[in-house]
């Protein structure tokens, strides 16, 4: 069965019921068209279906255009949806406002339908180029998971979000075990392909769609796990554990089974104000290391009077 190609989603924000037709005219043979015809309306779409461009009128009843602009620049879920006005406002002082608070190009009315379509494509080209290159620039080039500076911009991300809804958030950190001595013995070509085995293994073990995994470091990685607590953060971390035993890489040198395996630490917390994620990474490290310190190949977490729960796996 031939794919269905992509159909670029677009927001038309209009509160004139002609210029919405005029721009659905226009547009609607190659993209999804929404439609708001409030500010208000605009704000919310743009948070819940994610568009991949806006059109923006600015001379609205209520929340005016400007102040749309404003806002969705101002809201990381929405802040790189580009912007189009589409206005009748023609002075080179408002062009200028509006390209300043972050509008990408500027489309006076009345429109011209070719001309509307050329510069959509445009930014919808220039969207998917910057897309791909932030893509790019967060995935680790060695297992092809996401990398530290993901898990950085994530986890701040899954804080804010667990701080705001009162939600908890768990953390499993992962380090190979003896890795350095697999290297020594079957070399590095070796021991990058056992990272890549594990990196999947991992990535496949992780259920929900809002289940991150990263490459901390090194030998080490990183798992995100939002509305999730202890005991579940920690069933996750054994059922970690035991996919990448069960892979059953031949190690030599390990005092469990002679295969590779991995020790993890546990930790959750359900932010509060003046909390910060450090608290969080820190919990998870000092059970990675309990995690080790007992013998590795296994999962360790911090018990609600402050003990280690280790389990093997």
Known sequence: MQAVPHRPRLLVVDDQPANVQALYQALSDEHQILVATSGEQALALARDKRPDLILLDIVMEGLDGLEVCRRLKADEATQAIPVIFVTGL??????????EIGAVDFITKPIHPAVVRARVRTHLVLKQQSDLLRTLALVDALTGVPNRRFFDEQLAADWRRALRDGHSIALVMIDVDVFKRYNDHYGHQAGDHALQRVARSVGAGLARPGDRLARYGGEEFACILPDTDTAGALEVAQRLGRAVHDLGIEHVHSAIDGVLTISLGVAAITPTPGDEPAELLRRAD??????KRLGRGRACAAGIAGEALATRY
């Open 90 to 99: 023609s002075g080179e002082a408002d062009e200028a406002h509006g390209l």
């Open 286 to 291: 000092e059970q990675l290391y309990e995690a």
